[in-house]
Structures are given as C-alpha cells and as structure tokens.
C-alpha cells in the first residue's frame, strides 16, 4: 500500500508542477519543508539531492519519498508546489519511550524483550506493533499456551513520545494429552513414540518440557518417523495426515498420525556402474554398504554413496558424481540397486564463507570440509560438511548455501551458523551399593574458547570415596580427524565391608582416538599412576587381613602402562540401543619403568536383538587375562576383582580366589582377585507398556554365569598363633578341599558361577537408575552374596 501511494504522490506532482517528463532546475536547498518536529530540515532535504548540473526528476522525487518512508519516521509525507518551490509536508511517526510487558508471568520481560522489534528511542510503526503482537504469540504457543490473548496499548507521554505496553493473558498451558498412530502394523505405537521428540503429558513433563504442542516440532517429527522407516526398509512410507484435535477435559491436544507403512523390501542386486572409463569398479563395490539380501536401509544407501563418491576423488576424479538408482519390484518386495559413476560438471569453490559465529573459530568450522577453496565442487561432501558441523553441538542451526563466483565455473559456498552455549555446570548425586552415596560437582566446555577443545574439571565426595580430575582434548590433533588429549586425576577410597583397607591414587593418562573407519576406532594410550594401600592398625595388630595385603601396606606403587583399545560399533542407538553390536578388545602392557609389570587383556562383546513386539535381547559376552613378565611377581592391586559386574547376585568383590586365613572365624575374608575371568548374560528388557514411553521405565529378566580365578600371588601366610618368622605356606593345598582350612590358605576355583534375577531399567530425567534382584545359583562356599544391587545418579 506503501509503495502504490507513494507512486500516486508522486505522480500528481508530476503533473502539477512540470510537464510530463520535465526536470526541476531549482536545487535541494530551496526546498520547503514543514511539519517535522523532531528530525532536521536538513536530513529531509538531502535524500532530494541531486549531483551538481543535474535536475531534480520525477524519478529522483519518487526515489526520495521511498527512502523517507522507509526510515520509518514518517506516517506520512506529500509533495506540492507553492510559489515556484516545492515543499514537502511531513507528518512525524510518535517516538516510543519505553516498551513494557504486563501480565506475563511464565515468561519473563527479557526474553520477550529480544522477540519484539519495537525499541524505545525508536520510532512507533503499526505494522512493527502488528508483528510484534504475532511474535509474542507464537512465543507462547511454543510453549504450549494457546489461549494466550495479546493487546498492544499506546500511552501517550507528549511531546511526540509514547510508551508502547503489550497487556498479556497468558492463559492456561496445553501440552499434548495423547498421541495415536493410525494405519503402524510393523511397529508400536510404543516404538513409535520412542523415535519422536514429543511426548505425552505425564506427572514428569515439567523437568523436559517436551509435551508442548509445537508445530515446528511436529514437522521434525514427521521427518524422524519417515527417516525411522525408511531405515527399516519400508521404502512405500508415508504420512497421509497429521491431525491435532484440542480436548478441553483433558487439556491437551490429541495428535494424531495416520501412516501408510507399504511392505519391507530386502536388497536385490547391487551393481556399480561408471562412464568413467579408468575408474576401479571393484574398490567402488568395496565401499559400498548394501549387500544383497539385507534389508534395505536408506541410511546404508546414503553412506555408500559418500564412500565412492571419496574413493572416486582419490582415484583424481574430482567432479565424479556416484547416483543411486533404485529398482522396485513390488512382487518380490526387493529392491535393486544400481550405483552410476557420471562425470559431473566442472565446477569450483572459489570461496568458502563462514557467516553468524560470534564464538567458534572460523578454522573449526573450516576443518569439517574434506576440501579447500579452489577445490573441485561436490555436493556429496558439502552435504558431509554440514553434517559433521550440525553433530558438533556448537551451534543451533547449519545451513550450507551457493551463491554464484566471479566466473560460470565458480561458486561460493556460504556457510551460516548460530553459536549456542556450550558449557555445562552439573551438580550431581547418586547412590550405589560399593561406593554408598556420593555427590559431584563438574564444569565443563566442549568448545573451549571457540577453538572446539573439550575441557572437564570435576570433584567428587562420598561416604566412602573422594576425588577430583580434569580432561583436556583435542579432536583435531596435529590437524588431523584424531582427538587426542590427557587426563589427570586423584582419588581415595575408605575400608569397607567390602575392601578391608584404604586406597589413595593419583596420575594421569596420555591418549590418542583415531577413527580407522566409521565404525572402527583405535584408541591409544599411556598411563602413569601411584597408589598406595594402608591397613588400619588394628586389622595389622589383630591378623584380620591378608598378608598379601600386609606386604604393600604403606607402600607406594607406580604403575607405568601403555595400552590400547580396538572397538567396533554397529549399535543402531548408543544411548539406547536395540539392534546392532559392539565388540572391544583391551590390552596394557605395564613395565616401562615403575614398579610393576604386567600385560593385562579383556574382551568385551555386546550384542542386540528385537524380539517380539518392543521387547529387545542382550547377549554379552566377557573375559579377561593379566599375567606378569620379567622376573616381578603380580602384586595383589594387579589382580581383577569381581563381583555384581560379571555375575549379579554377588557382593563386589564377592566372586574369586579370597584368603582364608584373614577375618575371623572364616567371616570377612579378604578377596585376593584372580587372573583369569570369564562372563556371560542374557537379559531380555521390554518397556512397561501401561505407561508413557517418555518414562523410559523398562523391565528385564536375566541370567549371569561366570568365573574369576587362578590366584598367582604369594601363598605364605601368618600362622594365627605367631608372627612373621612363623608361616605356613599353603600352596599345595590349593587343589584340594578347603572347609576345614579356614585360617590356613588360599581358597581358589574355576567353579561357574551363576545367577538369575529381573531389573528394573529407568531412564529418568534424574539420571540413569538400575535396581537389580537375583539369586545367585551356584556359588563357591566362601563366595559372598548380595541379593540387591542399586546403582544410579542424577545431575541437576
């Protein structure tokens, strides 16, 4: 409406002032100008300026009005001729002198201060109060609270000044009271629910907040769900309608997804094709994901792509496009695919702009690009880049756009980002039945001054235990993809029933991260630590501990190790996994100086299967060796000590060879730890289906076996009536019957050991909580047993 007034003006004075196409010889300064109360004659003058010997045209007037309008100072300005001058008549906007909220209460003046646009000192426009009104709306709705009511006031305050107040009836919140699926056959609704971010209102929504009702978090929702399909092979998905009907009695709206899943289609053929003559069909199948016979995956298909569109690169193909082509046969319910290697278009990055970081370096966000500025263009890998820079957590929003270079064959990537916080101060507590309770306090940065470095400090303090630590990491060490970084830390732990002496350690740890492949990680490692052990006074005097322990009492013992880890990870979900595996192998060898030496190794491997319905299946398997080398002796601090962790039922440190010539009465005997392990569990967990899945409440049932044993330490023992010089060395009864050798040896048995029980999972807001039940079902005599088991943590 602006513009077409403007026009209209502009034209009558055209028309009123000159001929039609005829120029004003007079200059600016002779032009009238009235009304203006608080901006300068002058300023209004000098959007009419001309350069020197040029006239004023009706094309420099229309320009002129435009450009005062668009100050937004004006509600009105008409151009007309008096006496052979032009004058121009201005009608000020009022000047806002305060902007202020009333009636809000849930959210607070100052985030609704950086929604609105209106400013004081800034001039009053309808159409800014218009949008603003809108903004402070849709604030509200995304907070679930549709009822909301906004009315902008002006107040005058004279002289041309005014305060603008919005008067707010914030009304009641509306969160989502029920989410249905309509048309799922392959998965739950339960399933379902797990794979989106809205949640059902719930007694716990107020710590998340994620049952609001948001239309922007349903448009996420509906791209999770089509992505969660077309990952299980069910290429026909769609969602026909997405519905959300408002029940007052219950508060909330009830959405409502009507899907249309289609079959599940397997891979059929996978072929590679390529009108690149040179390139190597048989490396291109060698980074493919997909194989025939697989359920077909879109995320397998997508990074398959990514592989050969790399392995094309290196082979210098650098404008080589990899396109997937799909064959569809209903019948069969397969699909067959097809990978064509094109020559793509020659095209060049002749920039690489970074826009929006306020905080992050602009070389962090550069080092996600697998290629620099004047490097061959390649969708593929710019849509790698961005992301690699969304999974970072520095920002709130990734967009990577072209714009056109300086030549037909040049673009400039434009890269847009916001920074969000990234720090964390967490307060958190927790309660196992080891360590008792114990609080922790930590700070810490993933993008330590804007450079993309990690740093944790922590301190922590319990019953039975204290410390603190602090980590540094450099994920991109020596410019490479390889976090490396260090860590430090001190820790002390106090007797209890199941330890019977005090520990304190303090060192620290050198490491190395290098992704091999996507799914295979080599991690590195040295590590250099010095504990020391004490035995109360009385236990000493009184022969209620070790003598294994008795030799190390007071000393300390530096440990310098180096190790590494391997570790392959198909999980589908690490947080919360339901299908895949992992498998890592350990190894340190201890020995390059310090006290000890030892070649310590364990394996771990975990694997998951849905079953029936949501119900998923855990195998895990586990085992372990450490042996010493040189001419040292394993101390008893170099020793696995098991219990709960390998087979629950058991105390910690409940399983394993233990001394039977400490404690009293054959009660409270020391455990001495073994070198050998082995464990297996089988645990089926399914969710508690009466309640909302955001719970995160799951039930299991399980069965542990396992075995610790094959103590290599010294078998010579105090001799209860006498001292040092008086011992009895036992050895030779190992093998043998020990029931009626409670003061004299060492007990120590291959036995499995086995235990069934059921769990309670919670993934609460607080913090993960586990409570297990089991009953141990075969055991050594001198095993000790813990039916219960509660372990868990909160941070707030």
């Known amino acids: 409406m602006v513009g077409v007034a403007l026009l209209v003006a502009v034209g009558g004075v055209s028309g009123a002032v000159m001929a039609p196409g005829a120029a004003m010889a007079q200059s600016a300064s002779s032009i009238v100008v009235e009304g203006n109360q608080r901006v300068d004659a002058d300023t209004i003058r000098s959007y009419f300026q001309t350069a020197p010997g040029q006239s004023l045209t009706p094309a420099k007037i229309d320009e002129a009005l435009k450009s005062l309008y668009a100050t937004g100072l004006f509600s009105d300005v008409t151009i007309s001729h008096r006496g052979g001058r032009m004058v121009v008549s201005v009608v000020e906007n009022q000047v806002i002198n305060r902007v202020a909220f009333e009636g809000n209460k849930k959210v607070k003046d100052d985030q609704l201060a950086l929604e609105v646009q209106s400013k004081a000192r800034s001039p009053l426009s309808k159409t800014t109060v218009q949008a603003d009104t809108q903004r402070i709306i849709d604030v509200y709705h995304r907070a679930g609270r549709y009822d909301v009511r906004v009315e902008p006031k002006v107040i005058e305050r004279g002289q041309g000044r005014v305060d603008l107040v919005f008067e707010i009836t914030e ?88 899907v249309e899943e289609g079959p599940q289609y397997r891979v059929g053929t996978v072929d590679v094709v390529s009108g690149i003559k040179d390139v190597d069909i048989a490396d291109l199948r060698a980074a493919l994901r997909v194989a025939p016979g697989q359920v077909y995956n879109a995320e397998l298909v997508e990074k398959s792509v990514e592989n050969a569109t790399i392995e094309v690169s290196k082979a210098g193909y650098a404008f080589a496009q990899v396109r997937p082509r799909g064959d569809r046969n209903v019948e069969t ?118 450079r993309g470095q990690y740093v944790r400090l922590a301190g922590q303090l319990g019953e039975n235990v204290q410390g603190a630590d602090f980590s540094f990491t450099e994920p991109y060490f020596l410019d490479y993809r390889m976090a490396a970084g260090f860590d430090l830390f001190w820790k002390t732990t106090s007797a209890t029933s199941y330890s019977q002496y005090d520990t304190e350690t303090a060192g620290g740890t050198l490491r190395v991260a290098l992704p091999l492949t996507d799914e295979l990680t080599l991690g590195l490692r040295y590590m250099l630590s010095q504990k020391e052990i004490s035995v109360s006074f009385e236990d000493e005097v009184y022969n209620d501990v070790s003598w294994a322990l008795l030799e190390i009492n007071n000393e300390s013992i530096l440990t310098s190790a180096v190790g590494y880890t391997l570790s392959y990870n198909m999980l589908d979900n690490n947080k919360n996994p339901s299908n895949g595996y992992l498998l890592e192998l350990k190894q340190d060898f201890a020995g390059l100086g310090g006290d000890t030496n030892y070649i310590r190794t364990t394996f771990d491997a975990r694997y998951y299967m849905p079953v029936v319905g949501d119900a998923v299946m855990l195998f895990r398997g586990q085992a372990g060796n450490v042996s010493s080398w040189g001419n040292e002796d394993l101390r008893i601090t170099d020793n696995f000590f098991k219990g709960p962790d390998l087979v629950r039922g058991f105390a910690p440190n409940g399983i394993g060879p233990r001394d039977l010539a400490s404690g009293q009465f054959g009660e409270d005997m020391d455990a001495l730890g073994g070198t050998m392990f082995w464990g297996a569990t089988a645990e089926l967990q399914f969710p508690l289906s009466f309640l909302p899945k955001d719970f995160g409440l799951k039930f299991a049932v399980f069965a542990d076996a396992g075995s ?41 048995s291959d036995l499995i050991r086995s235990s069934a029980g059921i769990s309670l999972i919670w993934q609460s807001p607080f913090g993960p909580l586990r409570f297990d039940y089991a009953w141990a079902l075969t055991k050594e005599w001198y095993d000790e047993v813990q039916e219960f088991r509660f372990s868990g943590g909160t941070s707030f």
């Open 171 to 258: 009304g009641d919140k509306l969160g989502v009271a029920e989410i249905k699926f309509v048309g799922n056959k392959a998965f739950s609704a339960y399933k379902l629910k797990d794979e989106i971010t809205t949640t059902e209102t719930n007694w716990l929504s107020w710590l998340k907040n994620t049952d609001i009702y948001d239309v922007d978090r349903i448009n996420t929702d509906q791209e999770l769900l089509r992505r969660f399909y077309l990952k299980h092979g069910y290429a026909d998905f769609r969602i026909i309608s997405v519905t959300a009907d408002l029940d007052r009695q219950r508060d909330g709206f009830i959405l409502t997804y009507v």
């Open 708 to 748: 610790l044993w094959d103590y290599q330490g010294n078998t010579t023992f105090r001799n209860i009536n006498g001292w040092e010089d008086n011992l009895v060395d036992c050895s030779a009864l190992r093998s043998s019957s020990t029931q009626g050798l409670a003061n004299v040896c060492v007990a120590d």
């Open 333 to 450: 319910r397969t699909i067959s695919l097809v990978f064509a290697v094109e020559e793509g278009p020659r095209v060049y990055v002749e920039r690489i702009e970074i826009r929006g970081n306020t905080r992050t370096r602009d070389w962090v966000i550069r080092r996600e690009f697998d290629f620099a500025e004047g490097d061959a263009y390649n969708r593929v890998l710019v849509d790698r880049a961005e992301r690699r820079l969304r999974n970072l957590g520095y920002f709130k929003d990734v967009k990577i756009t072209n714009e056109p270079g300086t030549a037909p064959d040049r673009i400039i990537l434009v890269v847009t980002v916001e920074d969000q916080p990234t720090g964390e101060f967490s307060v958190s507590g927790g309660y196992s039945t080891t360590d008792g309770f114990i609080g922790e306090v930590a700070i810490s940065e993933k993008n330590f001054l804007g």
